[in-house]
């Protein structure tokens, strides 16, 4: 069994930054790809960013292009989203997700193409 762990979550002010982390446990495994994924409260989950460890290759949504940055450790399957420039609008509870098999048809940016999901760690950010 895989488990994906994240961390790094918290309260921040507006303008401010934070690091979130997610690190994969359990049986080894080698994922293609890791992603990072946000809901806030009563909306639908949604992309925030995407890296393909093969390529190096990254995505992200428009509306943290610039702010974010995601990166990682494939060897360790450990992912990390670094969250600067931090606005209201950011709260949401965050994900990351673990691809196992290269992308084909599959959308990066669509949840069914991700095999694995963590429980979530919290981002708040006050005005």
């Known amino acids: 069994q895989v488990q994906l762990v994240e961390s790094g979550g918290g309260l921040v002010q507006a303008g401010g930054s934070l690091r979130l982390s997610c690190a994969a446990s359990?049986?080894?495994?080698?994922?293609?790809?890791m992603a990072w994924f946000r809901q806030a409260p009563g909306k639908e989950r949604e992309f925030v960013a995407r890296?393909?460890?093969?390529?190096?290759?990254?995505i992200y949504a428009d509306s943290v292009k610039g702010r974010f940055t995601i990166s990682g450790d494939n060897a360790k399957n450990t992912v990390y989203l670094q969250m600067n420039s931090l606005n209201p609008e950011d709260t949401a509870a965050y994900y990351c997700?673990?691809?196992?098999?290269?992308?084909?048809?599959?959308?990066?940016?669509?949840?069914?193409?991700?095999?694995?999901w963590g429980q979530g760690t919290q981002v708040t950010v006050s005005s």
């Open positions: 997700a673990a691809r196992l098999l290269p992308w084909g048809m599959s959308s990066p940016a669509s949840m069914v193409s991700y095999n694995y």
């Open positions: 890296i393909t460890w093969s390529t190096g290759n990254t």
């Open positions: 359990g049986r080894a495994f080698s994922s293609y790809a």
